[in-house]
């Protein structure tokens, strides 16, 4: 090979080397925030803890959520993102105990509103330059305030039981990110809460701004 076809390739190849540098540079070093709307599906373990209940029975029940998070892009398929979530609240009906449906009505009532916080890894793995495919593994933080309500009796009037806990668990999900330009992207997601007794499965429509 010539000495001017080596000079060629050599120019070649440090150009390529450095447009892949910009490009990674590009997607690394941002912080963002984002904003989205969803649906949480509610559904575990319920009452069965509380012994006035027929054990195993299963709370299920849906609500409209909204999120906020805030990331930072470590480089183009890494980003630590901290997020805060009010998954709404949802409301089923279980039954009492046979045994002592005599004093409590035969069925009740449990409303739970659920809102927490998360430390998520999200992995990025892009498709084209505008469009990736999103994996989420993280912790969660949850609060919930719990309300027993429903059934009267002459012994015990009317069942009213208020109660707040707080759990830790896991979140992971999957998901889509479109590029609409530099800086505004759309994002899509499923993802998981399994905190304690409950998972809460939330699909979400939202929107990110890189700075």
Known sequence: MSKMKSLKVLSLCAGVALASQQTLAADAGKFYVGADVGSTQFSGDGPAKDSVFVPGQKFKDSDT???????????????????????????????????????????????????????????????????????ILGVSSMDYENTLSGGFSPVTGSLLEKRSFSDQGLIYGLGAKYALNDSLAARVELRRNDVGDFSLDTTSLGFEYSF
């Open 65 to 135: 959520s909204y999120g906020l998070h805030v990331g930072f892009q470590f480089n183009d398929w890494f980003a630590a993102e901290l997020g805060y979530t009010d998954f709404g609240s949802a409301t089923d009906g279980f039954k009492i105990r046979p045994d002592i449906a005599f004093i409590v009505a035969p069925n009740d009532t449990q409303t739970v509103e659920a809102k927490g916080v998360s430390l998520s890894g999200v992995f990025s793995y892009k498709l084209t330059s505008d469009f990736a495919l999103l994996g």
